[in-house]
T-cell receptor, first 117, second 111 residues
Framework: GAVVSQHPSRVICKSGTSVKIECRSL??????MFWYRQFPKKSLMLMAT?????????EQGVEKDKFLINHASLTLSTLTVTSAHPEDSSFYIC?????????????FGAGSRLTVL | GENVEQHPSTLSVQEGDSAVIKCTYS??????FPWYKQELGKRPQLIID?????GEKKDQRIAVTLNKTAKHFSLHITETQPEDSAVYFCAATGSARQLTFGSGTQLTVLP
C-alpha cells in the first residue's frame, strides 16, 4: 500500500514552454504532498508543501509564480514549471505522507527528470 | 529551521564489512528520523526510521541509533553486500513538521 505515482518520468522541452508534472496517491488519500528538487549527486531540497484545497506553502527562495502547484483533490497534486529555462533542468520528486503513520513517514514518487533545451 | 548534516559524503567498504553513516540535527524539537536509500535515477526508499522516544532500532542487517542529548543519529549496515551500494539520506522532522534531508552518502560496497 501507499503507492505514489508520478508522471511523466522524463520530459524534454524547449526554453519558454511550460511543463506539468503530476503526482498521484494511488491507494490512499493525501491531504499533504511535498515537492522536492534534486540536482545530480545532491540532496533533496524541499520546494513546497502542497495542501489539498488551499494554497501551497513555498520554501524560501522558491518562485511561486514559476513553480505553480495545484492540489485540487485528495489524490492529485500537480507542479507546473512555467516558462522553463535551462537552469530549471533537474530531477523533481513528489512525496506524500503515508496514512495512519503519524510523523512524516513519506512515500516518494519515481521522480520526473526535466531537461530544458 | 532544522539543519541536518551528514557524514561521510562517500564511503567505500569491502563486501561483508560494516558501514556507518552519521548525522547531526539542530532542532531539539525533532522527533522523527528516517533513513532513505536512493539508487541512481530512482525514488528514495525508506529503509528504517526511529522516533525520539527510542534509542535504537534494528531490522536485520540495518540498525539506527539516536542520541537525543547530543542530537545525532547513525545508520549501521552490517555484512554489507554489493546491492547495498546506493546513496543514503538521513532526515529529521523539525518543529515545522517538514522533513529536512542530509546531504547524502554514496556507499560503495566492493566485491
Amino acid at each position: 500500500g501507499a503507492v505514489v505515482s508520478q508522471h511523466p518520468s522524463r520530459v524534454i522541452c524547449k526554453s519558454g514552454t511550460s511543463v506539468k508534472i503530476e503526482c498521484r496517491s494511488l491507494d490512499f488519500q493525501a491531504t499533504t504532498m511535498f515537492w522536492y528538487r534534486q540536482f545530480p549527486k545532491k540532496s533533496l531540497m524541499l520546494m513546497a508543501t502542497s495542501n489539498e484545497g488551499s494554497k501551497a506553502t513555498y520554501e524560501q527562495g522558491v518562485e511561486k509564480d514559476k513553480f505553480l502547484i495545484n492540489h485540487a483533490s485528495l489524490t492529485l497534486s500537480t507542479l507546473t514549471v512555467t516558462s522553463a529555462h535551462p537552469e530549471d533542468s533537474s530531477f523533481y520528486i513528489c512525496s506524500a505522507r503515508r496514512p495512519r503513520t503519524g510523523a512524516n513517514v513519506l512515500t516518494f514518487g519515481a521522480g520526473s527528470r526535466l531537461t530544458v533545451l | 529551521g532544522e539543519n541536518v548534516e551528514q557524514h561521510p559524503s562517500t564511503l567505500s567498504v569491502q563486501e561483508g564489512d560494516s558501514a556507518v553513516i552519521k548525522c547531526t540535527y539542530s532542532d531539539s524539537a525533532s522527533n522523527y528520523f528516517p533513513w532513505y536509500k536512493q539508487e541512481l535515477g530512482k525514488r528514495p526508499q525508506l529503509i528504517i526510521d526511529i522516533r525520539s522516544n527510542v534509542g535504537e532500532k534494528k531490522d536485520q542487517r540495518i540498525a539506527v541509533t539516536l542520541n537525543k542529548t547530543a542530537k545525532h543519529f547513525s545508520l549501521h549496515i552490517t555484512e554489507t553486500q554489493p546491492e547495498d551500494s546506493a546513496v543514503y539520506f538521513c532526515a529529521a522532522t523539525g518543529s515545522a513538521r517538514q522533513l529536512t534531508f542530509g546531504s547524502g552518502t554514496q556507499l560503495t560496497v566492493l566485491p
